[in-house]
């Protein structure tokens, strides 16, 4: 940098700290007791448009609409996880709450540490080392039936594929996981059980990308599978399902995206199955501010809309829509329980 | 360094002082890359709406425990600061060796990731053995696996001459994806469901500084929550032993002298081969006794946390800005790892991201090179107006040595 440019850019830094100053000398008092809330993202990041974000969503709307400070810290690598949940507990916040399923270590951890914290947790549980519950009395568990939200959009592919309205006509559906962990696994089992419901012959193939951050590496499966014939691909792998969807658009074929609306990823999206994790945080937060704090497992389903599907970028036929309302309707009743395990793992 | 502090004597009548100036130069130059980039990143928060002030206080908050807010306490920042820096130390020593033999280590990742899943296997496979077997056992396993990593690149380097730079970044990706098939469904995974490993046996962790307890209560807070851990006091030996092998071993003077001058360092009977070779082997072990220290004294099991680790790159900024030598990579480390822990309480108190830190670190790194250049600008016509060396100075080699110099600039500081 030229010398005369660099004191240019000092006086400008130190003139913005002046300014700065100036204005910081006004915080916002605050003499009630406000309810504070910790929310630490996993690795995705806020802008995954997926659960990160959702959670955020959900935040945001409790602080406007229940008075709350809430605060949030993006965890950037895995070695976050417990400073950043520590950070929120060790300033005695009323809830801290780790999103994902990757952090259940973490909050087994901390919540034994910090017992009068309350603590949520979407996705898992708090687990010791070996991956077994702690049942610790100050986590509250947000779970979700992800496989109801895969059978309506396995329903949306099965009746597709069997009137012959997929760009390839092949009989041939897929998708895509991050990893082979529950959350993801329970919207393959759905999808795959549901879309076989509708159109028997109908093949699925599943891979995994074993990554939720890289849309490259989720590219890869995807074109691997659109080349074997796959023409409806949904992704259950976060930020880098977005390489799922694109990968769906460079080939013309159909993509369903996951966990938010995502049909503004891109053209190809013709359905999301949505996870309402900003639900959840919303609710989690309502009962700690109510008292109502509950430990251990709450379950977001398609009976208490906790979980459901959005149409996108395609109209779907008529046909589509009744077998979505017919599946919806034996869902919430009980007739129908979409499967938790990928049904016959080993057959496509 | 002995070779050029001769060759300065030689050259100019009271030896000590431009080795000094150097030094202070150098210095100069790392000081104000740091503060270059903090004034750069004020006028990026200020102008993205923020404010640069309490930006800055939450961050030293969150990596010193110093000048808090929000209730911070300053003995857990202290110890996450230390936790983060820890790695950074060790993986720095292994960026800075190859360094001085003019190579260039940008798989202290993947060496780090390697010496991670050896510690990891024997710690899982051996849990029974008592402490005073399996902890060194698994440090040592980590070592080697590291050694292993970094000796491919070695022999490849001294035998076919294939590109350090090329094939460290090659098996950096190598080294993930082996992690990736080890604990999502290959022999290390915990079980179906998990992308972790089974967690090492009790004999393998390295033990905390302070007791592991969630009941006894220091600082007001449970003394659990510090996670400070010996693998400092191994990290600081193992800066302690870069400086004395490099300036007080045969061994060292093989490196520096490879690194200043291949051709002058064959002509004085040094093996070239022999000593690229070792010296990616001891850099190897370095950074593998990182990833094993952290299995071993923080994380317990190998986790997906090191699918996107970055301390093995950032390593490579810690031995730039430590200048190469032992105290400065120590403290590099100490501001990595600041920073690191400062970002999570600057989103926290200040609203501010943290992706500022990586920023921060960008632009540090950024202006280090660039008034490299500058530097290199300024010396060049300086040695083509030095008529009065030794003629047996080719110039070329001079100047090599020179840009070398520069980028070590170590006179006077180790």
Known sequence: MHPGLRIVTALAAAGALLSACGTSGTPAASPTKTIKVGLVTDIGGLNDKSFNHLAYLGLTKAKTDLGIQGDVTESHTGDDYIPNLTNFASKNYDLVIGVGFLMQQAIGTVSGQFPSVHFAIIDGVGTDANGNDLKHSNVESLVFKEQDAGALVGTISGVLEKDGLTPKKSHKISAVGGVSIPPVNHYIAGYKWAAKMQDPTVKVLVGYSNDFTDPAKCSGVANSQISQGADILFQVAGGCGLGVLQAAGQAKVYSIGVDADQKSADSSVIASALKRVDVATYDAIKA?????????????????????????????????????QDMTTKIKAGTLTPPADIPDPTVP | MAASTTSAGRRAPAPLIPSIRRAVRALAVRLGSVVFAFLLGAVIVAATGGNPVAAYQALICGGFGLLCTGGENAGLQISNTVVFLTPLIMTGVAVALPFRAGLFNIGAEGQLIVGAIACTAVGVHFATLPTAVLLPLVLIAGMAAGACWAGVVGVLKATTGAHEVVTTIML???????????????PLQLKNGFSVSSPIGAGAHLPRLLPN???????G????????HTGLLV????????????????????????????????????????TIILTMLVSGAFAGLAGAVQIAAV????TDKYFADTTGFDAIAVALLGLGTAAGIVLAAILFGALHAGGAVMQADAGISGNLVYVLQALILFSIAANFLRSLKLRL?????????????????????EVRAALHDDEGIA
């Not at chain 1, 109502?292 to 008529?318: C, K």
């Not at chain 2, 307890?213 to 600082?219: C, E, G, K």
């Not at chain 2, 807070?221 to 400070?228: E, F, G, M, N, Q």
């Open chain 1, 288 to 324: 700690v501010k109510d008292g109502n704090f509950q430990s251990g497992a709450v379950t977001f389903s398609l009976q208490n809309d906790g979980v459901g599907y959005q149409a996108d970028n395609i109209t779907l036929p008529a046909d589509v829509m009744a077998a979505v």
């Open chain 2, 172 to 186: 950096n990706y190598v080294a993930q994806w082996l992690l990736r098939y080890l604990i999502i469904g290959g």
């Open chain 2, 213 to 219: 307890s969630n009941t006894l209560i220091i600082f």
């Open chain 2, 221 to 228: 807070l449970p003394a659990s929550v510090y996670r400070i």
């Open chain 2, 235 to 274: 990290a600081l030996a193992a800066a302690a032993i870069y400086a004395f092998v490099l300036w007080r071993t045969a061994f060292g003077y093989e490196v520096r002298a490879v690194g200043q001058s291949q051709k002058a360092a064959r002509y004085a009977g040094v093996s070239v081969r022999r």
């Open chain 2, 299 to 302: 994380d317990h099991n190998l």
């Open chain 2, 381 to 401: 016509p300086a040695i083509g107006r030095a008529t009065g060396t030794p003629a047996a100075e080719v110039p070329a080699t001079a100047a090599v040595a």
